[in-house]
């Protein structure tokens, strides 16, 4: 046998998996850290993230250096009939034939999605071609296109315990969702660098998401004007980028003090796994990757739940951790600057209270999250 022929029999298949998951970062971050997390495993993987053109994954994706490819989707479907749906299910199938061809041309041995309507097209289309497919559900109340692929995909992981009865038992696993390598390995003494903050004073995190939440910034005009008169706390409130100007307007017109180094507000944070390291406690929505971070540090948390979510999954999201003691909550209708103000009261003055909050946090906390999936993902492949 010559050598180049040895050599040609040798060679070692390359392992290749397709991630899909668009709309919000919710759906995305999940998608890259368990991409990650098998790149390190497997050095010489290669793989392709399928999204949409209009979603945010179109940008963050290939910014993180990932391969990229758009479906042309129209947009997920509305929860009762109209004919836009109807235009939007025609839209569908005609994806389905393109994700057939993604497919043909990759050749991967997985298929993944982490959420979002663009998982539909992709993830039908390896079921249908006999591809070993999973998805990653976040919430405690599953997305309308999750619930469609569970009866098509190889396995589901749900990232709380309240969803596995959406799904088929043969088939879920209780993972918790994966969670950045950066946010569990960020030390307290990094944040309070990064943001010359102090030990000895408790910090509180404000954040309403990446792109901020209105009622949460309003209300906490007032509890910031209020509290800072107290001198006994730190805050640091992320209000999103638009929403970063309405802020500091009302603030002006209270007569804040923005030279106070106790008070920092930010548009965005770039570094929130620093910001959440030195965090005793945190003001959220209730996001599931928000709150899988939370847990993962036994952050103690008041959550105000986005009322629009689908299918009020963020309260369902909340409950979960206030059942056990982790969190506090306030509904988003009920929110205003005096009854957080008393949450932040109730909480802070009680060091008791929020270390027993904090302990609770940890139970629900699944740092090995990432790991687990990616052992799903790689027990799929051939």
């Known amino acids: 046998m010559q050598a180049t022929e040895f050599l040609v029999l040798c060679e070692v298949e390359i392992l290749k998996i397709i991630f899909s998951g668009g709309g919000t970062g919710g759906h995305i971050y999940p998608a890259l850290t368990l991409l990650n997390t098998v790149q390190k495993k497997f050095p010489d993987a290669e793989f392709l993230y399928v999204g949409t053109k209009q979603g ?3 940008d ?24 836009k749906n109807i235009k939007r299910a025609a839209n569908a199938i005609m994806s389905v ?30 079921s249908l071609m006999k ?4 998805i990653q559900e976040q919430n405690a109340v599953a997305g309308i296109t999750n619930k469609i692929l569970s009866k098509f995909v190889t396995k589901i992981a749900v990232g709380s315990e309240l969803a596995l009865k959406n799904f088929p038992e043969e088939k879920t696993i209780y993972t918790g969702n994966p969670i950045r390598d950066e946010v569990l390995q960020a030390k307290k003494s990094d944040g309070l660098a990064e943001f010359n903050f102090t030990a000895d004073l408790p910090i509180v995190l404000i954040s309403g998401g990446s792109r901020g939440a209105r009622s949460i910034n309003n209300a906490m005009v007032e509890v910031l004007v209020e ?7 730190q805050f640091l409130h992320v209000t999103g980028k638009g929403e970063f100007d309405s802020v500091q307007k009302q603030l002006a017109e209270k007569n804040f003090n923005f030279d106070d180094a106790k008070i920092k507000i930010v548009p ?6 620093q910001a959440m390291a030195m ?83 940890l139970t629900l906390g699944k740092p090995k999250a990432a790991e687990e999936i990616a052992d799903l993902i790689l027990g799929l492949a051939k």
């Not at 034939?97 to 993830?123: M, Q, R, S, W």
């Not at 591809?131 to 999973?134: A, F, N």
């Not at 965005?268 to 796994?273: A, E, G, K, S």
Request: aromatic share 8%; proline share 6%.
């Open 56 to 58: 945010l994954e179109s």
């Open 60 to 83: 963050i994706v290939p910014k993180a250096g990932v391969n990229f490819t758009a479906l042309d989707l129209e947009g997920g479907f509305e929860r009762h009939f109209t004919l």
């Open 97 to 126: 034939k393109h994700a057939k061809k993604i497919i043909n041309d990759f050749k991967p041995e997985v298929v993944v999605g982490t959420g979002g309507y663009v998982c539909g097209p992709i993830l039908l289309a390896a």
């Open 131 to 134: 591809i070993p497919t999973l």
């Open 227 to 233: 509290w800072q008169k107290k001198s006994a706390v």
């Open 268 to 273: 965005y944070l770039y570094n929130m796994p």
């Open 279 to 361: 965090a005793d406690l945190a003001i959220f929505r209730a996001g599931a990757t928000g709150l899988a971070e939370l847990t993962a540090r036994g952050i103690p948390a008041i959550l105000i739940p986005y009322p629009f979510a689908a299918e009020n999954h963020q309260e369902y999201n909340a409950n979960a951790l206030v059942k056990v003691g982790a969190a506090k909550m306030i509904l988003n209708k009920d929110l205003t600057s005096e009854i957080l103000s008393a949450q932040l009261k109730e909480v802070l003055e009680n060091p008791v209270a929020l270390q027993n909050m904090s302990a609770a946090s």
